[in-house]
């Protein structure tokens, strides 16, 4: 199938983005609380779909949340509750990029926890989400699926293009010896963490555009009618003596015009 093209991308994200604004303001008026957890290989455009969804959405009801790796306190703390401090409350979107299923992949995988530590968070992953669900989170997993050539490919394009150069850590260049390895972290944590209550979506994320366009169609399938009239606005006459260039009553410095 041939890579979707911008203008169709465009012409297509349109409506899901009407809807996903239509998705916020029913999780407002509801007082709902959406989570939604980004997971995937290196290079498989967990990023741009969560940008895909953030950027038509109010800020202060939807948050992004990308977490550093833990100091020195969050390490002696009890492994979920770093993350639980960034669930939301009434009326807020929550989407994490990347999640407690650090533990399960990196961690495990590069040896930043010990084996214990490693089984101990399988046991508990379930029984924590279960605690989200139960509590009346809705919780959305999402795991973005690139074969090994396309993931190569954009690999390259991130080592040529400067704006992407950042998006290359120390940690990708040393899992590139551990594809395998992450295979099986991978496998595990679904057989442990695929339940009823929380199960996994996987995205085929070879043509980032189509993998956008699904996944917010997929998440907005799994809510129900979220069709909240928008109130009437109405912008009163703007109050001021004239009408023209804004002129400063300050001082104040002014940016100078270069394009």
């Known amino acids: 199938m041939a890579m979707l093209k911008k203008k169709d991308y465009a012409d297509k994200l349109q409506p899901l983005h009407e809807q996903l604004c239509e998705m916020q303001r029913w999780v407002q008026a509801t007082g709902q609380r959406i989570v939604v957890v980004f997971e995937g290989r290196d290079t ?3 990023g741009g779909a969560i940008t ?50 650090n533990r399960g992949g990196v961690e495990h995988v590069m040896g930043f926890c010990n084996d214990a530590e490693y089984k101990r968070w399988l046991a508990q992953a379930p029984q924590f989400e279960q605690m989200l669900v139960d509590d009346g989170i809705l919780l959305f997993k999402y795991w973005f699926s690139v074969d090994q050539v396309q993931q190569e490919a954009r690999f390259a ?41 929380a199960p996994w979506f996987v995205v085929d994320a070879n043509d980032q555009k189509r993998a956008r366009l699904n996944m917010i169609a997929h998440l907005l399938e799994q809510l129900p009618d ?29 940016v100078r015009e270069r394009y």
């Open 44 to 46: 498989a455009g967990k």
């Open 226 to 254: 979220k069709k909240i009239a928008a109130e009437p606005l109405k912008l009163p006459p703007l109050q001021r003596k004239r009408l023209g260039k804004d002129k400063l009553g300050a001082k104040a410095i002014l």
């Open 52 to 101: 895909a969804i953030s950027q038509v959405l109010n800020p202060r009801g939807c948050r992004i949340v990308a977490l550093p790796k833990p100091n020195e306190r969050e390490r002696t703390q009890w492994y979920f509750q770093r993350y639980a401090e960034h669930l939301p409350a009434a009326g807020e979107i929550v989407l994490f990029d990347r999640s407690w299923y």
């Open 157 to 197: 394009e991130r080592l040529e293009d400067p704006l992407k150069r950042w998006k290359i850590s120390p940690i990708d260049i040393a899992a590139r010896t551990k594809y395998d390895d992450y295979t099986v972290a991978r496998d595990a944590f679904f057989k442990a963490t695929h339940r009823k209550h």
